[in-house]
């Protein structure tokens, strides 16, 4: 679920965008956003392989909790963590029981944490919230959202970015990129980033 404030600014941006109330905002910047491994998140499913060790090794889901449980480990937190991150978790608790465990991570499901997904609401054929991915643009997003509705005013459009811990809002030209081929309007997302995506006036 989107936090209250996040929810809330959302909300409130839409309603500025319908009502013609909403200020200039900068275009979104084009530059490309450093790589971050991997953050699991509650819905993602996890083979975890325990070397020597088949009856430890499983596949399991990480639960809406953002915890697991396998045999001889209850409830460990997974949410945020990266794969090689849980491996060396799971080795310590695997410690009092098995000999050196040597444990290796894959995600083979991926959701990834709340806060890292993107957003896209609004005027998109099917708005929702998608796993962010390496080198991921707004392109990307709307091929994965179905592009946009015949009521979208897709270049009133607006990215929300958390930086530092403050919101900010810059503007995208989705009727441009989408219908007109503009690719310097396909700009880089970052994980957590909200596009928001106004009707058209008329």
Not at 38 to 45: A, R
Not at 62 to 67: E, Y
């Amino acid at each position: 679920m989107l936090r209250p404030t996040v929810l809330a600014f959302g909300l409130f941006a839409i309603a500025c965008a319908l009502a013609g109330c909403a200020p200039d905002r900068p275009p979104a910047p084009a530059y490309p956003i450093p790589e971050a491994e991997y953050q699991i998140g509650p819905g993602d499913s996890l083979n975890v392989f325990v070397w020597r060790n088949p009856e430890l090794s499983l596949s399991v889901p990480v639960r809406p909790d953002g915890r697991l449980s396998m045999p001889l480990v209850e409830d460990l937190v997974a949410i945020g963590r990266t794969p090689t991150a849980l491996a060396r978790d799971i080795e310590q608790r695997l410690a009092k029981y098995v000999r050196d465990p040597i444990v290796t991570v894959m995600v083979t499901s991926f959701v990834g944490p709340f806060d890292q997904q993107v957003r896209v609401v609004g005027e998109a054929v099917t708005p929702r919230a998608l796993p962010y991915r390496a080198n991921m643009t707004i392109l990307d997003a709307m091929i994965q959202v179905g592009g946009l509705t015949k009521y979208a005013a897709g270049n009133r459009a607006t990215l929300v970015r958390n930086i530092n811990h403050i919101q900010e809002g810059y503007s995208l030209r989705l009727d441009s990129l989408l219908n007109d081929g503009e690719i310097a309007s396909n700009v880089a997302l970052a994980p957590g980033d909200i596009v928001i995506i106004p009707q058209t006036y008329f």
